[in-house]
Every structure is written in C-alpha cells, then in structure tokens.
C-alpha cells in the first residue's frame, strides 16, 4: 500500500531505509526513523482504538508523551507489551502492533453500543451501579468490568527480557534537551560540572527540531545539533535518549527509564532491554516543555482532531499529512505555525481563530500567504464517525457566550491550539509549591523544596530569547556553585516572530437544541457534562471531582485535561483557578514497565541465597532442600522412591535408635567479649548468667521489653571475657541489632563487644544413643564421658588436625554434642563424621527430621515463639529470674500476663491415633455450636511421632495446664476436618529429660 | 529514599539503614520500681509528630553503630545528624 500522505521530501526519516510492519494483521510501509503513529498517518490510518467507556473511534491526538489515544498491544520478538503508546513506539521491521479496547475488532465494536446507552453512564457510574444486589458484585459485575478495563493484555508468560538497575550520582541532571536543556547543560559543562543530559524522545533538541528561528547564524534545529556533538564528546557529560526522568523522591533522588531495546526488532544478547536509573544529583534541571492545551467543542474526540503542534510535528519530522483539507482552530498564534506549515507543501489550510482583531508578525505571515482566516470564529462540532470529514463552524460573540451564522465546511482534520500548559509534573513531585500563572493560564513551579529549577516553557517563559539567556545564567550559577569555574559564554542571537496575546477562551458553547459530547478527558472519557453532573451532586474539591468522575486519572496523568477540566470547575463554582487548585502530581509521570522495577531481582536473585560449606555434599546425596529464611537447608535426604513423609520418619526414627548428623551451620552465631560480657547477658536473658563456669553452656531465653519471647538459645563461656551465643536461624540478624542497641543506646556505660560469627564456622550436631561412640572416634585423645563431657559442657580439641570446639548441647532431646569448626574445614567434619559414623548405622537428617524430634519432646522454636507468646505460654517459666532484673521483666507482671488461665503450651494426639492434625487447626471444645464457635487455642506443630508411632501436635491454648486429659476437637476449615483429640503433655518422650544427660 | 549523613561513615542512601523509632524515649534504670503507667508508657506510647523528630536510625549494612536523626516527617527534611552519644 502507497503512503499516501507522506510529502515527497522533507523530514529527518531515512527515506533510504523502508520499513515494513503490521497493524492490525494489515501490512504497511514506513521509513527509519517513523514513529508508528507516524507511519500509520503517512499511510492514512486514523482509526487506531476506541475509548474506554463508551468505545467510541480514537485516533492519534499528539504527537509524543502526550498521546491520549492511540493505545497499542505490542508484539516483539514473541513477546507481547501492553500500553505502549502509537507516538512514542518508534518504527522497526516486522513490527506488529494491535489496537486495544475493541472486541471484535476496531472497526467493528460491540461495545461501542456503550456510546448510544451513554445516558446510563454518568460519571460516578460504578459507585451507583455496582452496589446492589450485593452478591453479584463477585460472579457477575467484577468478571465484567475486569474484562473491559485496562488498555490491553499482559502476557501470562514469563518475560524472557531482562532489565537493570543503575545507580548514578551526578552534579546537573537535566530533564529535557530542548533550548532550555541544551543551554543550561552546555553552560554547566563548560563549568566542568558533571551532568546528565536526558531526552525522553529519540531526537535531541525538543521544540528547536520543528520551530523556525534563528540562533547566532544557524537555524534553531542546527543549532541544537551543534551543541550536543559538543555536549557529547565532552567526559564530564552523559547525554541519554529514550530516557525519561519520571520521579522525582526524596532528597534530589530522582528515577529515570531509559529503553534501551524497544525500538530494535529485538534485543541485543548482552543488553537488557530497559534499564532503570536512580540518580542521585547536586542540583536538578527541569526543561521538560510544555504540552499544547486542547480547546474543547462538541465531538472533539473524532478521529482527525488533534493538537496543532502533533500535525507541525508529523509534517516536519516525518514528512506526514494528517489531512489534506486541514482546518485549524485556535486562540493563540501557534495554531498559525501549522497552518504555514500545510500552506509551504501545498495544502490549503483554513484557520479558525476565536480572537476578533489580533496581529502579530507570524499573522502577517499567514496573510501575506493567502491563507483563509476567519476571525470570531469556532469550531462548534466535529463530523464525521471514524474519521473528521467536516465541521460546523460558527461566529462567536465578544462575551463569548452566543454563536451565530452556523455552517458546515468540508474538512478531513482538525488541528486545535488551546495554548500551552507547562509540564510542571517532576518540580510538582518534588514538592514545589506550584503558583498559578494569570497570563498563561496554567500553573508554575514557585517555591522549591529541594534543589530544583525549572527553565524555559515548563517555567511559563514562551519566547526563545528569554529561554536561552535564563538557561544559560542558571546552568553557569549552578555549576559554578559545585565546581567553582567560571567560562564565561556568550549567549548568541535570537531571530524569532513576536506573539500576540492568547485568547483565554477554552471551550465552545453548545448550541441550542443540540447536545454534543464535549470531552476534557480523552483517555478516560470525562466530558464536560459529567464534571457539571459531580458538582451538581455536591462535590466540591477538586481532588474528589478527580476520583469521582476519573478526571486527569488515566496513563496520562491528565496532560492534556487537567487545565481544562480547573477552568470548567472554577467557571462553574464562580472561583478562579489557583483557590480550585490542582491535583496532585505523582510518579511515575508516564507508565513504567513493572519488569524495569523489578529489574533483576526477579525468581532466585530475589534475594541472597545462602549455602553451607556441606551443601555440595547435601547435594550429592539427593538432599531435598527448603528455604530456611535466606539460607537453603536440607529438609530431607530421599532414598530410592521415598516422599518426604517416609523419608524424615526413617530418618528421625535413626536418630532416636542410632546415631544422626544435622547440618546446624544456619544457626545464628554471635561473638560476644569484654569485661562486662556476663552483665550484658544476665540483663538480656531471662535467667542467671553471672556464675556461669569457663567451659559451660547455657541455655536462655531473651524477651522484647513488652514481655514476648524474642528468642532463644544456647550461649557458652568460651573464656573469662569470652562467650558465644547462639540464635535461631531466623532471628539472627534482629538479634545482633537488638544486642547492638542496649549496649551503644542504653547501657554505653558496659564494656562489652558483640560481632556476628555464623559464617565463621560450620556446625555439625550428632545426635542419638550411639553418638557418644561416634564422638569417641573422631577425637580419639578425648574423654568423652559423662563425667569428662557432662551435659551442657564444652570443650576445644583437635580434629584430624582442624581446630574443633565441641558443645554438648542437644535439640532432638536425645544424647547429643555439637561440633564446630572453622568454615573452610566443614566439608572435612561432615565427610569424617559420615565415614567414622558408618559403623554406627549413621545417616544425615535434614530439617523435617529435626522438627520431629523437638516436637515430640516438646522443645519450644520458631512456631511457638511466634511474637506473641511470653515465657509461661512455653513452659520456661522456670527459666525466668525473680531475683534480677532483665530486658521485659517489668512488663510480666502486667495483669494479662499473670492471669491463672492463661495460654500454655500443650501436647495434642488425635484419638484414633491415626489422623494427622493440620498446623494452624483450632481446639475448640464442641464443633457443632452455632458459629462462630468460641476457639481455645490453636495448633502450632505437627508431626509424626517415631516414637510411638502415632500423630502428635503441640498447641497453644487457654488454660493449658489445666487441660491435660480433656478430649476436645481440632478443627481445620482450611482442610475441612474436624479431629477428636486428647489433650496431653507437651513433654510427650523423656518427660524427664534423662535421655541428654545420660 | 532518604540521604542519610552517618556521623562515622558519612553520606549514605537509606536502603543502608534500618529504623529504629523515637530517641527521645528513655528505659527505666534497671532494678528501680516503675510504676504500671510509666513502663506503659515507655513500651507503647510514642508520639507521631509531625514535624521535627529525633530518631535513631542503625547503620545496619555499613558501621553497625545507631545513631540519632533529626528529621521532619512531612519533609523529610534531614536538620542532622549525631552519634549515639551525642545531645542534640
């Protein structure tokens, strides 16, 4: 298909480089350096989607960030990408794209019947809608509105891409590479300070690519590309297109996407294919432009209707007519800049502009090139369904309040000029105090919060002039502040054509008898009568009128709505703007692709993994591993065809008949020395620690100062100033903080040293009636007896010439030592222990072996000592001092806390011996009371007793010590059972604890 | 994120750092009597002001040391910074 509206020259494509690509499963032809909005105008299509609520045709309304409309479903290298704009996605080959919005297909939508039933989609629809009958909500209205919204389908697939993260730090970043950008980074640089320059579009040079002025003897556009090969070859400069800076947070730290592969076919192996910037800079540079505003009159959102700047863009960056019967409408003098456009390549253009008798030199211009301008006069009604192919036009009275002498004029486009609001988002973001500028009509940035200064039109300053000499001044200053340089620059000449003043009317009466579809919001389709509808409804603030009638709240954040939307507010309300004030402005200022926040912490590089020294070992003997807070433990080691439930009974059953090793290196380890080390410990742990012997361990429990259990663990003297603790897996970490805190913040007076040491050293627990024989082997020297290593002992020998520390100390309730030695001899430990262990019947057990053990012995961890439970609720009553004081001890006194029917920690075995109990279950004491039926407690572990061969739990529940012997219930509605069960002991093996001792 | 000036290690973004609360809280000397009220008072009640705040901030993936800040919640405007020993 020929490109029927693309000129024969002209424009900064490649036309040596043809490109085809897919719309809509149709082939088209295009060229290097085409948007796909711009390559669809060269080839007449318009209809590119229909819009959100009432499915009416959409076209193309900008040109860039701007665009409202054309919403596109990507597809790339066999990956889909969803909202993706027409104007921004550039051109490759084989590129396909689909419209969204539309079912079945965009020429033919059902939903579009949404459009004649509009009348029973007012604003505020969904609040007054969806509320009755209450049980649709879930099965019949959310599937529905779930499938219209949204602007396209993400995939389901996982994203092959990959993103990156960068931090950066600079002393100028500058947001923008228009006149004001390129003038402040240059001025900045020749200062020697380091910047970044960052364009979001493809091209350097914002405005100056289209505009026709003169610098120095250059024109605008060589003027721009002059300086950026300057600003690029200089080292202290980072210059990055497709990049857009699109939040501004905290202390100067500001977020930039940069796409580094959208616009390829696709991605370059080694490249990812967006990367995520977070700068970090002295002083921010705002030169982000501004956005034409739209003037509003009745079916302004046919196809064909568009920003006047969008149409001086496609014509002289890409050499494509949006029309060739082209009408303009506006208020100001840009609207003239198009329509010399459209008259130099031979298109006759029509302007409409509302203002009586104005004059200036680009209307001369127009004049002087014969061009049909109507004075007085607007746009009432666009014509036309899919595509503008007239407009009803009209005389409009001084006041602006009457339209007479209607007409209808043949036209196949509409480019409309409302005049310019200032992008102001990112200084908003920063928390700019923005004021509101009576003579543009738009908001400012005013008072910056952080180091911030927005240049040029995104500051309100319109003539070019005035533009490069303020950002040349302000790049110079700023830097000059960090670098202390000074380079004089001279600012060059400007040649540009004066302005007259702009029209302030904004949007077109109807008229009488007709009622026309005035839209202010293009994305979300808000028009004029659903905002007057909300403040006839009694909203008042503009922030509610937002969320009421959804304006400003789409992808676009309102760019080209917002303005619009305040003045009708005000206009009505009989306010001026700035007391309606605007909403505010939030990052991101456009989409951002969640795989770029992501980046690369995504599946196992969510975060660190961690390994044992044995884990290769693990590995090797079919080691089934579990996530163990970062760590990676073995939960069990299978043999042949076992699941995990056989295969931790075997093994857990070998520990209580033979002799098991357990990998206990993930247990939090802290070095703690210094002369007041015993003090530190008796104020942090419950019990006594001040007459602990050299070579003794202990067993504590530490509270929060609110009482709850914080953790526990053992803690041995290693010497006279010298101990070493150590702390649940998972608790590790809050652990040290914890120490850290008492001993800098409250108690600085101790003289006492605290440093993590787990990965130091590789622990090894051998446990079970023959460990002591295994012990015996491995250091041979030793006298392993009751009474050389008696329960909690400790002792430092020497294993096969590594250095070992080994504390008799035991989880699994059964005879047990704990080995440690020195990270980088674990390997070496575990190896020896398994081989030596051979003759003892030995075999690893992993994490659910290890739960088993303690469970059935009624050791309290990480499920009891949930964060909600004091000492007595775990049966370590006994471990608590009533002689000293220690952290939380005043707080157990508290009346919930000594009441006589309290929580306890208890044993639980299902009546039949047979059924297991789901963690998480609740005691109840008759499951068929009326609902909700009144629960004593619930069940934290579960597990399979080897012992005596039957299910046994552990719950915690209300007057515990009282309610051993009740026959209750456990209930699980999760899993839909109800078990009779026994309340036991929670000591359900070795109550006596003769076992460790023996 | 914040921009936080450790007072040992130096200017440091907040992803370092760990919160740690209000550090104008004071703990009851050990083995003196505290009343119900006032050892409520030390572990639950905090003020939220909004405005200037002293708080302890641990520099948990750098020195390891807690230090105190003076920051405005609304702003987050950081006033200074001090080492755990130092009065503001």
Redesign the interface.
Known sequence: MSEKFRLDKGGLINRNKKISFKFNNKKYYGYEGDTLASALIANGVHLVGRSFKYHRPRGFFGAGVDEPYAIVQMNRNNEVDPNVRATEQELFEGLEAKSVNCWPNVNFDIGAINNFLGKFFPAGFYYKTFMWPKSFWYKVYEPIIRKAAGFGAASIKHDKEKYEHKYEYCDLLITGSGPSGLASAYAAAQNGAKVILAEDKSRFGGSLLTSEVTIGNQSGREWAEKIMSELKSMPNVVVKNRSQVFGY?????LVMSERISDHLPKTEKYSPKQRLW?I?AKEVIISSGSIERPLVFGNNDTPGVMLSSAAKEYLKIYGALVGKKPLVFTNNDSGYETAIEFKKNGIDPVVLDTRKDPNSEIIKEAKDLNINIKFSYVVVAAKGYKKVNSADIANISEDKKNISNIENIKCDCICVSGFWTPTIHLASQS?NKTKFNEEIDAFVPSQS?QKETTLGSANGIFTLEETLKTSFEKGAELSKQITNKENNISVPAVIEKKSSNHDKFWCVPLPEGKNYKRFLDFQNDVSVSDIQLALREGYRSIEHVKRYTTLGMATDQGRTSNLNGLQLVSDIENKVVPQVGHTTFRPPYSPISIGAIVGREIGKHSKPTRKSPMHYWHEKNNAVFVDAGVWLRPRYYKQGNENLFEASKREAKNVRQNVGVCDVTTLGKIDIKGPDAAEFLN?VYTNAWLKLPIGKARYGVMLR??GIVMDDGTTTRISENHYHMTTTTAQAANVL?HL??YL???W?ELNVNVVSSTEQWAGAAIAGPKSRDVLQKLFPDLDVSNEGLPFMGYIEDNLFGVNAKIFRISFSGELAYEVNVESDNGNFMWEKIMDIGKDFNIQPYGTEALSTLRIEMGHVAGSELDGRTIPYDNSLEGLVSKK??FIGK??LS?TAFVATDRQKVVGVVPLDKKTSIPEGSYIVKDPNVKLPIPKLGHVSASCWSVEYDNPFSLAIIKDGKNMIGQKLFAMSPLKNKTIPVEIVSSHYVDPQGERVRS | ???IKCPHCGLR?QNEF?Y?GDATVK??E??KE?S?QD?DN???LRKSPRGKHLE?W?H?SGC???IKVERDTL??E?FKTLK??EKV
Do not use: C
Request: proline share 4%.
């Open positions: 947070y905290d202390h100067n730290m977070y970090r928390g919060k104020r100062e609110d903080s850290e805190y800098q913040l409250v600085p000293k004081d005043r707080s508290k | 994120m914040l921009h973004s760990s740690g703990r009851p050990l083995n505290v119900d050892w030390f572990v639950y302890l641990q948990i390891r040391q807690w702003t987050h950081i755990a020993n």
